[in-house]
């Protein structure tokens, strides 16, 4: 027998600049569970949004980013266990072109971080395996991801492309 349930719905943005650095926020918001965390940007796909316009609501609203190159939807991950409800994620990658300066919108104080750095940062246990994952999918290509959590602890990730 199916289990029906309720999903949170979110995009999850790999966002770099021309260099490939990567454009992440440090979570300053007490008393949320990822206080302290650094992350991509990410948000609640909207009703009667695209995945895009989430993306360009995102950016904007975190970051007072107004534009983005190369929006590009490299996968979905099924996320379960860390939150009450399960979380559908589309990742999302796009290039922040030069002249768009990310500010401190009230989401978190927005840092660039590169890559082969991500590891020495306070991440959710998942968020580097989505991010090089995103990156090595090419053009065009998308996976598939399921991220188990139990008491908010990584316990598997199984990818499928």
């Given at each position: 027998?199916?289990?029906?349930?309720?999903?949170?719905?979110?995009?999850?943005?790999?966002?770099?600049?021309?260099?490939?650095?990567?454009?992440?926020l440090q979570n300053?918001?007490?008393?949320?569970?990822?206080?302290?965390?650094?992350?991509?940007?990410?948000?609640?796909?909207?009703?009667?949004?695209t995945i895009n316009?989430?993306?360009?609501?995102?950016?904007?609203?975190?970051?007072?980013?107004?534009?983005?190159?190369?929006?590009?939807?490299?996968?979905?991950?099924?996320?379960?266990?860390?939150?009450?409800?399960?979380?559908?994620?589309?990742?999302?990658?796009?290039?922040?072109?030069?002249?768009?300066?990310?500010?401190?919108?009230?989401?978190?104080?927005?840092?660039?971080?590169?890559?082969?750095?991500?590891?020495?940062?306070?991440?959710?246990?998942?968020?580097?395996?989505?991010?090089?994952?995103?990156?090595?999918?090419?053009?065009?290509?998308?996976?598939?991801?399921?991220?188990?959590?139990?008491?908010?602890?990584?316990?598997?990730?199984?990818?499928?492309?």
């Open positions: 027998m199916s289990k029906y349930v309720n999903y949170e719905i979110k995009v999850f943005l790999v966002l770099t600049n021309r260099k490939g650095t990567l454009l992440l300053n918001h007490r008393g949320s569970i990822i206080h302290g965390y650094v992350n991509p940007p990410a948000g609640h796909l909207e009703i009667g949004e316009d989430a993306v360009r609501r995102e950016t904007k609203e975190e970051m007072g980013v107004e534009k983005l190159e190369g929006i590009e939807i490299k996968g979905v991950v099924n996320v379960f266990g860390f939150k009450e409800l399960p979380v559908l994620m589309f990742v999302v990658s796009a290039k922040v072109p030069n002249g768009e300066n990310p500010t401190d919108h009230g989401e978190g104080t927005p840092i660039w971080v590169n890559p082969e750095e991500l590891g020495s940062h306070k991440v959710l246990e998942d968020v580097e395996k989505i991010v090089k994952l995103s990156q090595k999918t090419p053009v065009g290509d998308f996976f598939q991801a399921v991220s188990k959590f139990e008491d908010r602890k990584l316990v598997s990730f199984k990818v499928d492309s």
